[in-house]
Each structure stands twice: as C-alpha cells, then as structure tokens.
C-alpha cells in the first residue's frame, strides 16, 4: 500500500470511530440501539441441579443480555430438554442450536483428542489448564479441532480437582481393585480397567440406586458439593482423594461457527466476555461450596482416604503408557499431546516449586 493512501485509510477509519466520541456513543462500530434483535437457543449438557455448572450457563446468558441492552437473547435449555447431554456437539454442529455448555472428553469416541479439552489423568489442575488454553495455545489447537463439527469454542469453566469418589469397602493397594465394579468414564476409567477394575458406566441418575443396592462397589463423580447432592455419603462412607483422572476439568461452550459469522463484532464480544466471566464464576463457587459440603458429610460420618501411594504410582504408570498408545493411533491426538506434554513439563516445574511448596506445608486449618 503505498503511503498515501495508508494515510488515507487509517483516517477514515479514524474518523468513522471516533467521530461520536464525546456525543455518549461508543467509541468504536455502530451505537447498540441500531443493533438487530437477535434469539438463539443453548443446550446445556448438565441439569440444574449441578447449580454450580448449569449456573455458569446462567451466567453467560443473562451477561450477554445485559451487555447488549436486552438485544441479544440466549435461552439456556438443560440437558434432556432439547436434545440429550451426549448429544450437545452433534447438535450445535448441525446448527439446530446455536450454542452448547458441554465437557469436550464427552466426544472421545469421536476423536481422543478431545480429551485435552476438559481433563487428561494426571494432567494439569484447574490454574494450569486455564494457563495452557488461554497462553499456553491450548485453545488455539482445541479449536483447530472443533472446526472440524463446524464450531467455535470458549472455556466455559472448571470444577478443580475432583475427588475420587465413593468406596463401600476400604481399598489398601491395586490388588483391591481387580473385579472392583467402579462407574468412572473416560479415559481414568480405560486407565481402571488396566488396573483390574470393572469399569461402568452411568448416567447421573442411575448411580445412586445402583451403589445402594450393590450393583455396584464405587463411583467416582465430581466433589463435596455435588457428590452430597447425590446421597452417595447414604450407600458407601470412604471418601477417596485425589481423583487423579480429573485434576482440574474445563467445561466448554460451543458455538456454531455459520451462527457466529452472522453476529454484530459487539455480540461476539459479548460472548467472549460473558463466557470468560462464567468461567472464572464456576471455580469460584466450588471453591466456596466444597469446603462447606466436606463439612457436612464428616458430620455424617464419612471417612475421607487418600488413595494409596502404591494405587497412585501404578495408575501414574498405566496413564502415562495409554497416552504414549494413543499418541501412535491418532496424528492429531500426536500433535496436541506434544504441544501439551511441553508444556505441562514447563508449567509443572514452575509450579512444584513456590506453590506446591506452600500448599505441601501442612496448611493452617485452625
Ligand atoms: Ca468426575
């Protein structure tokens, strides 16, 4: 471009920015009130009884009503409403809704990579992964995967490290595993199975019923708070730490990316804010919650364990040999898990030492 005209362009565009300023009107694109009125509809895969995680939903939607002036309007649907919770990536993909709140690892069984989006066994902890996806490229790959299904995606919050969930019987070592009928999905669960166990999987619903009965002998889900909801503290009272399999699980909002190409630049910033905020609400509210519920169930006479060292190290070892395999099945899997290893070396090792550190020292709990 030659110089002139440079000079030309820039003043334009100058000019049509910052020729309201001063007259109440934003300083950049068109004043919200010639903005169109705009209804898109969200599927949630969580129901509102998970408050902390459907509640982010919440939050995304009404911030974007308020920061559009009423304009752009969101209506969130829990998961079963409008389609299954499974369901969420197929539907924001064929475009029947606009946006989705979802945990990426739902979709393994399309592509394992998807595994990096919400959590890898002794992966990153909640300020890691927020690390790797906002500066560390992670969101960058993540959605080079999406776009395949024809999707943006935004961190869409984090629950922290969960726990590991609910024993009827004491566990010592990984013999005590072998024919253990667990439910845990996922990859932590194809790590299970590795170790003997008996993997299952339910739905939400189910689990309760089938520990109380026996049906089954353990069941991992999410933490104090949301664990207590489910009454599991009623069928089985050792209280397993740390769920290696889910150190720090980032949900995901989805977007249709032909949805999103018709929005005003205001709206896209709009979800881009709104979306950031209700992940950092999410984490938030569990760290608040949790400490309360833990609580709670030590009243009711749960007893917590810390998985053994023995249980730790081996389910370590099986994690660490099941990503080197899937590494050498899956060419994008192989890109992402190289990009993530490099840096979970670098941010660990930042991390072991002033943090854990402090958090290692036996924390003040008067
Ligand atoms: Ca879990």
Known sequence: MKRRDFIKKTTTGALASSVFIGCNQPASGPAIHTHPT???????????????IFGSGEILVKRIKELTDGRFQI??????????GLQVLDTVHQGSVQMGHTAGYYYIGKNPTFSFDTAIPFGLTARQQMSWLYEGGGLGLMRELYADFNVLSFPGGNTGAQMGGWFRQEIHSVNDLKGLRMRIPGIGGQVMDRLGVNVQVLA??????????GAIDATE???????E????YQAAKNYYYPGWWEPGPSLSFLVNKKAWDTLPALYQKAIEVAAAE???????????????????LLKRGVVLRRFSDDIMATAQQETKSK?????????TYNKVYTAWKKFKKTSNTWFGTSEQAYTAFRMDCS
């Open 38 to 52: 705009i209804r898109w509809r969200l599927a949630s895969s969580f129901p509102p009884s998970l408050d902390t």
């Open 278 to 296: 209700a992940s950092q609400a999410m984490l938030a509210k569990y760290d608040a919650q949790n400490p309360a519920a833990l609580a709670r």
């Open 229 to 232: 909801k489910l009454g599991f």
């Open 221 to 227: 889900w999410v933490g104090p708070y949301d664990d």
């Open 323 to 331: 990503l080197e395999e899937l590494a050498t099945r899956n060419a």
């Open 75 to 84: 209506r969130l649907y829990p998961t079963g409403e409008l389609v299954h």
């Open 204 to 213: 939400g619903g189910d689990i309760y019923p089938a520990l109380e009965r």
